[in-house]
Every structure is written in structure tokens, then in C-alpha cells.
């Protein structure tokens, strides 16, 4: 089979975009963002590579309406916060385009894959996804992924907007790893040849900028170091599940520009953000330090089948005195003044539960997710006199929901996230605000 197939000619074009939806209406199983191609998706993409070469398309709408508690909610981490005046909005969440393109080997192994996906909503047209993979052939163990492409970091990034249950990621996911993707090389060792024993098990080493689609460019020397160890579903022998899971760590960091930094400290017994004024702190790295570990445990049934997905996160993270999410580009001031870094101790974890109803078609589904982005204060000991914000302030939320298939390409879910913030004597977190947020998503895919 002669993978080099010259240019298309007119007269077959209807021909192809017919096989490229009959393609992809099959392969859209591929769960994650960023997945490493498997034996399954590979014969997939084969039905349109025989004729036409291995080129395939996908992509999915997500018109949505959403009501708040309050005017003005504060919901960055349900799809943005509501205007000042507004409790309720239609929006489009995400309208994606994907392209995939692989070359495979004489043997049918994959050899070059391609991918390029683009974002377009009412508020613009964003690329998402541009990187290319070459696959060793040699051994037969080794993928080098460059470009822009998801942070292979924990499970719930690593899973796709189109099929995961729940509206958006978790609050701690958002922030820390923020718009998941990021510029950078990731190195994949799993074993591909036929009859591998280890072939379940990942190991991704990962080196990036750190600030992500959050930011146009790198603005420091500081590179994000990325290293997950995974092992995909496996049936646990006599017990009716499958289980899956992995460790994931991320050691990175922001360049201070000022001789300024805080931290947390502690004198009296009472921990405070403590100043730290040296002008050897210029250059010096604020650290940004993640340690992670996730499950995912199914059983086997497909009617009445029960899922549970779970993971921690814990460790450093450096923002600014108003936030922990990470920059996007160097903080600075309504004067373009740089801006000094904080550096905290957070923890955080989410639990989903996915109950499908007899048919496949219904699901219910329940999550729980905290982010502490300050483990060493709670409650009223966080105060801005001691150098705290609402940066430090906890929140848990509780969301629960429906989804329905109406058929294979639309799906829809109503949703309502309950958004719990701890009482602190902070201003305008004294008390739990208004903040719960109900979602009725649709989902047109191909």
C-alpha cells in the first residue's frame, strides 16, 4: 500500500468527505486529548487510508444556557464570570475543529501523526492544538511529541471537553494547570510491539514554557518539567471492574524580576505572609512544585455500569497577592509595574461518580471537588492583616447532573454546580456568596 498518495483530484472530493464522517464517526471513542495512538484507532483511521491516505477530521458544538444565584456571579470556573447586571446567558462553550493526519509504516504501525484543532466561539477563533508525534519503529517503545499539545499531567486534563460528563474541570485543575495546553516536547516510552507485556504502562517526560494558552509568549528562563507514570484500564482478575491510574509530578517555576518575594511563615503560632526583601531574590526561581496521583475504576457491565475517577493534588504554587492561578505572562500593575510573586502550600482533589441508567444512553452523575490554595490558614485566621487575600480563601463545590444521548452525534446535560466558600475575614468572603450556577449544555458531535 503506497502511503504517499499524490493530491486529491476534484471529481473525488464528495466521495472523501462522505468516508472522512464515516471515519470519524467510529474513532471519536479516542477519549483524551492527547492520547498515543493505539492498534484501534490506527485500523480506524485505515478505512479512508486505503484509498485516500490517512487524513480524518472531527469536531464537536456546544451551545449552552446558564443561570446564576446572583447578578454578577463570580463563576470563572463554570465558563466565565456573569456581567454585573446578568444572572443568566446563553453562550457558545466551545465549537472545535480537528484534523488528524498519520503516516503509517508498510506493516501498518504508526510513524508520523499530525494534529491541528482550532477553538471558535461569540468571543473569537483560538488555536487549541498544533504538535506532531514520530513514532520509533526500531524497538518499537519509543513517541516524541512537539508543539503545542496537553500537559501530560494527572487524568482529568488528559480527558477531552467532548466526553467528559461534567460541564468544566475541576476549580484546582483550572488553575494550576491553566488552558491545559502549553509549547513544549513531551517523550512517551510504551511498549508497541506485538505481544508486550508492558504495554499498558506509560512513562511521559514533558518539558514546557509553564504559562500556557493563558500567554502569547515565554516570558522567563523557567521551563515547566512534566513526569507521569500511567497504567491504562486493566480487568481486575475474579472481580467484576477494571481499574486504571496513575502518579504524576510537575517541577517548575517563575524568574523574579523585583527583589521582593512572600511567603508563609509562622511566629507566635499564627502563620502570615511574610516579606522577603533581598536583592538576591531577582533571577531567582519562585517555585511551582506539583505531586499527584489518580484512579479510575469501572465495572464491566454496560447497562447499570458504575464509574468512579479520583484524584489528589498537592504541593507549591506561585501567583500574585489576588491570585494562585498561574500567569500568563509577568504580573504587573495598572502602571505596568512588575508585581512581586507569592508563594503557597495548596491541596486539592476532585471524586466523580458516573451511574448509567439501564441504557447506556442515561447517566448520572455526581462530583466533588476542593482546592485549599493556602493549607496553611483556614477560616477567620485568614485576615489581610496578615498579609492574606482572597487568593488563600478555600472553595468546595458539589455538582451533580443528567446526561442524555439522543442519538450518536447529540448529547445533552443539565447540571448544577453548589459553590462553597470558607468564612474568612476577607471582604466580600465574611460569608458563602451567591455563586451556584445551573447549566443545560447540548452537544452536536462528528
Not at 2 to 7: A, F
Not at 193 to 210: C, P, V
Not at 373 to 379: H, Q
Not at 413 to 435: H, M, P, W
Amino acid at each position: 500500500m503506497n502511503l504517499y498518495s499524490p493530491p486529491i483530484k476534484s471529481k473525488y472530493l464528495p466521495v472523501l468527505f462522505v468516508a472522512l464522517l464515516i471515519s470519524y464517526s467510529q474513532a471519536f471513542a479516542q477519549r483524551t486529548i492527547n492520547d498515543v495512538m493505539d492498534s484501534t484507532t490506527v485500523n480506524h483511521l485505515l478505512i479512508i487510508s486505503k484509498k485516500y491516505g490517512s487524513l480524518s477530521f472531527s469536531g464537536y458544538l456546544q451551545p449552552q444556557f446558564q443561570v446564576a444565584e446572583s447578578n454578577g456571579a463570580q463563576a470563572e470556573y463554570q465558563g466565565g464570570n456573569f456581567g454585573e447586571f446578568t444572572n443568566n446567558r446563553f453562550r457558545l462553550r466551545r465549537g472545535r475543529l480537528r484534523a488528524d493526519y498519520m503516516l503509517l509504516t508498510d506493516d501498518g504501525a504508526p510513524s508520523t501523526y499530525f494534529v491541528l484543532q482550532f477553538d471558535g466561539t461569540e468571543q473569537g477563533v483560538a488555536v487549541r492544538d498544533f504538535w506532531g508525534r514520530y513514532y520509533e519503529n526500531k524497538w518499537k517503545i519509543l513517541a516524541v511529541t512537539l508543539g503545542l499539545s496537553g500537559r501530560p499531567f494527572g487524568n482529568e486534563l488528559q480527558l477531552s471537553s467532548s466526553v467528559r460528563e461534567a460541564p468544566e474541570r475541576g476549580r484546582m485543575s483550572q488553575i494550576l494547570m491553566r488552558t491545559e495546553r502549553d509549547l513544549g516536547v513531551t517523550f512517551t516510552l510504551n511498549p508497541r510491539w506485538k505481544g508486550a507485556k508492558l504495554k499498558n504502562i506509560s512513562l511521559d517526560f514533558g518539558i514546557y514554557n509553564g504559562q500556557g494558552l493563558a500567554g502569547t509568549a515565554e516570558f522567563d528562563n523557567s521551563k515547566d518539567f512534566i513526569l507521569r507514570l500511567s497504567h491504562k484500564s486493566y480487568k481486575m482478575k475474579n472481580l467484576p471492574f477494571t481499574v486504571a491510574g496513575g502518579i504524576s509530578t510537575l517541577q517548575g517555576g517563575l524568574n523574579h524580576r523585583l527583589p521582593v518575594s512572600y511567603k508563609m511563615e509562622k511566629a507566635n503560632n499564627i502563620w502570615y505572609m511574610a516579606k522577603d526583601s533581598s536583592a538576591s531574590t531577582i533571577n531567582k526561581v519562585a517555585p511551582r512544585r506539583y505531586y499527584g496521583a489518580d484512579i479510575q475504576l469501572s465495572t464491566n457491565t454496560k447497562s447499570w455500569k458504575s464509574e468512579l475517577r479520583a484524584e489528589v493534588i498537592s504541593g507549591l504554587q506561585t501567583g500574585t497577592a489576588t491570585t494562585s492561578t498561574t500567569p500568563g505572562s509577568y504580573p504587573t500593575d495598572s502602571q505596568s509595574e512588575p508585581l512581586p510573586y507569592y508563594t503557597r502550600n495548596f491541596n486539592g482533589a476532585y471524586f466523580t461518580f458516573v451511574q448509567t441508567l439501564n441504557s447506556t444512553d442515561n447517566q448520572l452523575i455526581l462530583k466533588y471537588d476542593w482546592y485549599d490554595p493556602n493549607s496553611k490558614v483556614k477560616g477567620t485566621d485568614i485576615s489581610s492583616s496578615l498579609g492574606l487575600s482572597a487568593a488563600d480563601v478555600k472553595f468546595n463545590t458539589f455538582g451533580f447532573g443528567f446526561l442524555h444521548h439522543f442519538n450518536p452525534h447529540f448529547k445533552a446535560v443539565i447540571y448544577y454546580d453548589i459553590i462553597k466558600n470558607e468564612s474568612t475575614q476577607i471582604s466580600g468572603y465574611t460569608s458563602d456568596r451567591k455563586d451556584n450556577v445551573l447549566t443545560l449544555r447540548t452537544q452536536f458531535y462528528f
